[in-house]
DNA sequence: CTACTTTTTAAACAATTGTTTAAAATAAGT
DNA sequence: ACTTATTTTAAACAATTGTTTAAAAAGTAG
């Protein structure tokens, strides 16, 4: 199995596109092997010939999925930059990686969720955060009284909490108020600001607010 | 049906019972009408009797879950409180409300997903929410300086944000931070006095700041 | 008790599910 | 060309799916 030639780009990883786009619009239970088979052009086997089952496949694109979430983070992390300037990018690469991304975060704790085994540690995404380097420089902020006295964990909340959920919540938003795609695209700009503005001054109190 | 006795405690309320709890934890489609059935203790055809469909009866359960996340709302707007009370108020009660349904929000926002249709209008919500009074109150403070000039579609965005993904994002963030249950809970505790603050902050600037 | 309606069940239905088997097609090596 | 290994397929497998049918059980009323 894929020892012959290293053109990966072909059936396998087809499939794993294929696959993903399907896992992450129906879920895991919602949609069925020949779907995704049908959706590549090949036959059910062939699927279970590359990954062992359904659920192998399935593990394969939440871990892949999880491990893009992160890289996001990772990427904003490892530039030399203040915390503010950090906590501004991160949001605005947040908004914009998941516009281009709205199905991610629901499908990631959906797949949690069935998902049995917590196999998070295994991409050692805790390790990839502190190579970083993010949690001393929050530390040192913290100390030097620039940056609130918080958490990280609780902080890692604000974000994903402020950055996430507006896109997921689209469907509920829209149905309760109402509105337009096109709408809700405006609010989302709006929001983008309101969420940089309001972390920023919660988190680091002291400096100049004349946003 | 449902006409000879009024003891609606029974069978049909309790099949309505056992089908929440089922789907909030499995999903629609990651559960059978056979398990639903076999936790009540009943025959499967009992189910389409009462119901018409697998369908019909998760339409119902995601619409009452729906209202019952709105109703949590409403009844803290409909106090005589200003608005700074209702902000601490409507975030303690949400915070209490899921830590008490966990599943709820990712339930809902999964469900809203799958099901066709957005039936959201259907139970009104946006008049409910209009009745209590609260969209009044808030123009009125805005005019008046006293709340930050948001659209009420982002407040109900930071609010809900700030809400609900902290517990539906349980199972990532332990795993992403290997904590405990009692951790989690430690700091959502934690997290429910920092939105507070943090909210009340941003949305009511003028007010003196020595939480 | 009898006639009738409501509730519940057992069994069957056809369709679909994930997975496997065995054979065919294609590529690679000699 | 021949032999072997890899990729792909068609067909079948047993199990499970949501739903229906027909009959039994339980309740209600006269």
Redesign the pocket.
Known sequence: ?????EKDL???QKIKDAARKVFMTKGF?G?????IAKSV??????????F????KLFELILEAALSDFIDSMVEVFHQDLSLEEKTRMLIDKEFEFLRKHPELPLFIHAGLNQSSDNELDQSNFLGRLHKTGIFEQCEQAQREGKMRKVNMINVTLLFMSNCHFPIMSKKLVCGIYQMSDQEHEDRLNEHQEIVKEMLINYLFPNTTKNA
């Open positions: 199995m894929r020892k012959t030639m072909s059936t396998e239970s949609c069925t092997t020949r779907e052009g090949i036959n059910v086997a062939l699927l279970n010939y590359y062992r089952s359904k659920g």
